[in-house]
């Protein structure tokens, strides 16, 4: 059974740093390119970051480039998101998944906030 299982979420004030994980199983992690998506309320997903399958290269969106860096473990078959200089802007339900878009996890929710 695939599984993508995020955590690391919670409440943060502006400026503030939390760092994701998204934990895999059930399929061969190292060989997909792995992205996160976010879903702030009431709006629409939003692609956030991605990565190629050897960690190699890097791709933000506009929004959080700068403050955030995705990375990868193979070897412990997890995705990392360190999220620094945190905006109320990115509140968001954040969500790991393969590029594909075949697998994803349940999310982790991000709330920035005084």
């Known amino acids: 059974e695939v599984q993508l299982v995020e955590s690391g979420g919670g409440v943060v004030q502006p400026g503030g740093s939390l760092r994701l994980s998204c934990a895999a199983s059930?399929?061969?992690?190292?060989?997909?390119?792995m992205t996160w998506v976010r879903q702030a309320p009431g709006r629409g997903l939003e692609w956030v970051s991605g990565?190629?399958?050897?960690?190699?290269?890097?791709t933000y969106a506009d929004s959080v480039k700068g403050r955030f860096t995705i990375s990868r473990d193979n070897a412990k078959n997890t995705l990392y998101l360190q999220m620094n200089s945190l905006e109320p802007e990115d509140t968001a339900i954040y969500y790991c998944?393969?590029?594909?878009?075949?697998?994803w996890g349940r999310g982790t929710q991000v709330t920035v906030s005084s």
């Open positions: 059930g399929f061969p992690f190292s060989s997909h390119a």
């Open positions: 998944a393969n590029l594909r878009g075949d697998y």
């Open positions: 990565v190629v399958s050897d960690g190699g290269t890097l």
